[in-house]
């Protein structure tokens, strides 16, 4: 099982999206991982750069973090992912 702990600093509605959910839509779209890991790297390293007074990412720092994400994606729901998708 995963775990996260998640702080808001005002009232939310946080969903809960199950390996099982997400899955059929991997498979249906193998790009949806890439898209996926590209955007939790584009928010990682926006809070990071907030964290330490915007240090600003670089373009292969991005790449880098979006292709370890997708392989963690990929090692949870198997091969339904293709290729990182960055911008």
Known sequence: PRSATVLTISAS????IAR??????????PDA???LANAVAERRLASAAGAQQARGAGHEEHVSLTAKILTGI?????????KPHVE
């Open 13 to 16: 509605v946080v969903f809960e």
């Open 20 to 29: 099982d959910d997400l899955l059929p839509l991997l498979q249906a779209n």
């Open 33 to 35: 991982a890439g898209m």
């Open 74 to 82: 990929r090692r949870f729901f198997g091969p339904a992912g293709t």
